[in-house]
């Protein structure tokens, strides 16, 4: 089983810049598939970021640009920089890892962007 824990969100003005971190208690070197999900008020849950084991990434279109996913393997964490940050952005963040038989998602992390 693996527990994910995400920080690093909070409130920032518009424009601004936040890096959000997902711990997991466990390797994630072999995990296939690392992602940040978002899920603002009255909407469903999208897919933000993911990246593979070998360094793949794929982003939502109103993300190409702004955000930027990593992986740290030796930590065992992965990251979301958003930089250029938008209202729109305002949502609960979620990390998910992707294996084989099963995906784990963390708590969440709340992101709030003021105009």
């Known amino acids: 089983q693996v527990q994910l824990v995400e920080s690093g969100g909070g409130l920032v003005q518009a424009g601004g810049s936040l890096r959000l971190s997902c711990a997991a208690s466990?390797?994630?070197?072999?995990?296939?598939?690392m992602a940040w999900y978002r899920q603002a008020p009255g909407k469903q849950r999208e897919l933000v970021a993911s990246?593979?084991?070998?360094?793949?990434?794929n982003y939502v279109d109103s993300a190409k640009g702004r955000f930027t996913i990593s992986r740290d393997n030796a930590k065992n964490t992965v990251y979301l920089q958003m930089n250029s940050l938008k209202p729109e952005d305002t949502a609960v963040y979620y990390c998910?890892?992707?294996?084989?038989?099963?995906?784990?998602w963390g708590q969440g992390t709340q992101v709030t962007v003021s105009s």
């Open positions: 998910k890892a992707d294996m084989v038989v099963r995906s784990y």
């Open positions: 466990g390797s994630i070197f072999s995990i296939p598939v």
């Open positions: 990246i593979t084991t070998g360094g793949n990434t």
